[in-house]
């Protein structure tokens, strides 16, 4: 194919003007995650920055001396794969109901949920009714109070309004109720925007570190991004050389900065749920475009 000198200076231009792009969004996590394979007291000189000066271990290993780090995991493994199936369960459930057009009161429900994407009680009020329904320091309340997502709810009501009629008729013939048709016949035709909006949900427990750090006071029962997030706001120094002991303290103090240790933690917390992206990704546009431009 003939390609015009207008064309290769135009696909240049684009290519050149993409690569920064993705340079600039990249090069900040790279240097982080240098940074964190860096001997904290060298990086503090200066001039590290595509590929470590003086490549050391030891700034996950002293994160990694304090037990609560991985229990920390496993409380967040368990909140994002429970929290994010019964999420989706849920939600999916509710935009199913309000895609039929025959359900009473169905405007209604449409716009209290809609309100609440807008508005909230406060901070205060959620946290006395967390407290009231005895939620504190429990493992429900990093579960409970996310099982519904109105965005996501919206996209799963445009993609079920979307499904050809004559499936579900078919359940019907068949004897299938309402229940039976999603589970049997909705769900097992909705794989790519269960696949991307599962990850949306996954991302958004993985992450969170707000709400757990308010409603858990207990060190040892919070998922790692709250944990990670106490430890980095604490005097982490202070933190890393008691873990470490006092012979063995003096030697950490002389070759690890907070600057190293943080740039761990967020290694730590990040790379993980970054690892799920490529398995997923071939679903995105497919399942969030057919879900949010059909109606």
């Not at 809609?114 to 901070?123: E, N, Q, R």
């Not at 012979?247 to 799920?276: C, D, F, N, Y």
Request: glycine share 6%; hydrophobic share 50%; proline share 4%.
């Amino acid at each position: 194919m003939n390609v015009s000198r207008g064309d290769k200076i135009l696909n240049i231009t684009i290519c050149s003007i993409l690569f920064v792009i993705g340079f600039t969004m990249l090069y900040p996590f790279w240097n982080a995650a240098v940074i964190s394979l860096n001997v904290g007291a060298d990086t503090a000189r200066g001039g590290v920055t595509f590929w470590p000066r003086q490549f050391t271990l030891e700034n996950y290993k002293i994160m990694f001396a304090d037990e609560r780090i991985p229990k920390s995991f496993v409380i967040t493994i368990a909140k994002t794969a429970i929290g994010t199936t019964l999420s989706i369960i849920f939600t999916a459930m509710f935009g199913y109901a309000l895609s039929k057009k025959e359900l009473v009161g169905r405007k209604l429900y449409m716009i209290l949920a809609v309100i609440t994407m807008y508005f909230s009680g406060g901070l205060i009020p959620y946290y006395l009714l967390i407290r009231d329904l005895h939620l504190m320091n429990k493992f429900a309340v990093l579960v409970i109070p996310g099982i519904i997502n109105v965005w996501n709810m919206l996209i799963f009501k445009s993609f079920f309004s979307n499904i050809p009629a004559g499936l579900e008729e078919s359940a019907k013939i068949d004897g299938c109720n309402y229940i039976e048709t999603f589970y049997k016949i909705v769900l097992p035709v909705s794989g790519p925007v269960i696949a991307s909006l599962s990850l949306f949900s996954a991302v958004g427990h993985w992450n969170e570190w707000f709400m757990p750090g308010i409603l858990m006071s207990k060190p040892d029962k919070l998922p790692v991004q709250a944990l990670l997030n106490q430890i980095i706001n604490s005097n982490i120094m202070d933190d890393a050389t008691a873990r470490a002991g006092s012979s063995v303290g003096a030697e950490i103090t002389r070759t690890i900065t907070t600057q190293s240790l943080v740039m761990a933690t967020m290694m730590i917390a990040t790379i993980p749920i970054i690892l799920v992206y490529p398995f997923v990704q071939k679903y995105f546009v497919q399942g969030v475009m057919i879900g949010s431009l059909k109606e």
